[in-house]
């Protein structure tokens, strides 16, 4: 199984700061559709993914017990 982290308005739209789904195998884009679908999260391909704390690509293989962070781009000044 891994932990998927969610991070600003994504925590906010899951409902959750976290979840746990069964992802080893798939790719973190796989993983950005099926989590846009079931909670109907917009705009995925902007979203930073790291895995277990280091960023990493949409066309990065999960492995069981990786840690899944999504994080939005952040603004400020």
């Not at 973190?28 to 989590?35: I, P, Q, T």
């Not at 960023?55 to 069981?64: G, K, L």
């Amino acid at each position: 199984m891994n932990k998927v982290l969610f991070f600003a308005h994504l925590r906010d739209a899951v409902g959750e700061e976290y979840v746990t789904v069964d992802a080893s195998g798939k790719t973190v884009a796989e993983l950005k559709a099926d989590l846009a679908a079931k909670y109907d999260l917009a705009r995925m391909e902007t979203i930073m993914t790291a895995i277990n704390e280091e960023f990493v690509s949409n066309d990065e293989v999960i492995a069981e017990g990786d840690e899944i962070a999504f994080i939005p781009p952040v603004s400020g000044g």
